[in-house]
């Protein structure tokens, strides 16, 4: 038995924005019955779901019930969001998914969820099925695939093929694929649409990487995706990267580089990227310090390029307590000068197996 509390508040010390200088939100408190062979688990109270293609933030009951290599999982109650989204959400919502596991090889899974509410002709009805594979040693397959049974459409889809030829080489080959109008079909007022989401558009994202380890202390990376759009605006492009980690453990343990282009249909979609970044590691104290630079095929708001240096550093004054910072300072076509300072402290107040 287990109980499990998550949330955030925060309050503004400066100068009143025009927003509420107070906010905060309770996204997860639940009590948990694990059985002692683990073939069964129950979650009461407020908790995230990620159940195959489900992602959902609910205040309910969520049941788990293995069965030898088959098993179920059933979740039901109220959906729960901040307070700036309750108007898109339903007054009930319900789900199931069904699995079938060979340890170490294969799962498979489908699903079914309902969303009871105000949706307009449909409410929400979805089915879905994932799948992650492991035929040998040196290949691992994962995909997903969404169906809005409201709308009869395909909503998402995604497929990832990960090869491992050696052990310093390692490939990745994935496409993915999104119709706005059945992803989005919850949302019937125009205006909760992000402004760069055309709701009768759809998009395939196809991607390729790898990474290779020549030597140990060297790691080459490099990547090219493709991302292309039903309609002309925002328009087609294709990113390509390239990048090396150098652990070097005389001044700094790691320093990293990255170098990419984007090319698209449209001027304001093309932009070159660099990114270098170094980071160690003594005894009680880390510190890490990264350099971002874009340059713009077109000027945005008068300037061309966004510039932005990071800086980080912690200290961990006992096995529980640390306490770390961060520094962003940044120049682009939306300020000429931004500075933002994080300070942390944490605590642990137990740790290991047990209660605590």
Known sequence: MSFHLYGWGRTELGDESGYDTGDGHLSSALLRYR???????????????????????????????????????????????????????????????GFFILPGRMEIGLNYLQEDGDFGVDEREEAGTDLWFKPSTSLEITGHALYNLSTSGLA?????????????????????????????????????????????????????????NPVRQLEIHGALKTT??????????????????????????????????????????EYRGMRVFCMT??????????????????????????????????????DNFDVSGDVRVTRSPVFDEDLAVVLRARYDFGSGSGAN
Not at 180 to 198: C, H, K, M, R, W
Not at 301 to 315: F, L
């Open 35 to 97: 059985s002692r062979t683990g073939s069964s688990q129950v979650s009461l109270g407020r908790m995230f779901i990620a159940e195959g293609t489900s992602l959902e933030a609910l205040d309910g009951l969520h049941l788990t019930k293995s069965l030898g290599r088959a098993g179920f999982t059933f979740y039901g109650g109220t959906p729960n969001e901040d307070d700036r989204s309750e108007d898109l959400r339903g007054d009930t919502l319900a789900g199931v998914r």
């Open 228 to 269: 292309d759009h039903k309609e002309a605006d925002p328009g087609d492009n294709s990113r390509t990267e390239i990048g090396l980690d150098l652990d070097t453990k005389i001044l700094v343990d790691r320093v990293g580089l990255r170098l990419s282009d984007q090319a698209g249909d449209l001027p304001e979609n």
């Open 156 to 212: 998402s889809d995604d497929l990832s093929l990960r090869f491992s030829l050696t052990p310093n080489l390692e490939i990745t080959l994935a496409t993915e694929g999104y119709v706005y109008e059945d992803l989005f079909q919850t949302v019937t007022n125009p205006a909760f649409f992000s402004s760069g989401i055309n709701p009768s558009d759809e998009v395939r994202i196809v991607r390729g990487a790898f990474n290779w």
């Open 281 to 318: 590691a003594r005894g009680s104290f880390r510190w890490s310090l990264d350099l971002l630079a874009q340059m713009y095929e077109e000027k945005i708001n008068g300037e061309d390029q966004t510039t932005q240096v990071v800086g980080s550093a912690g200290w961990k004054l006992t």
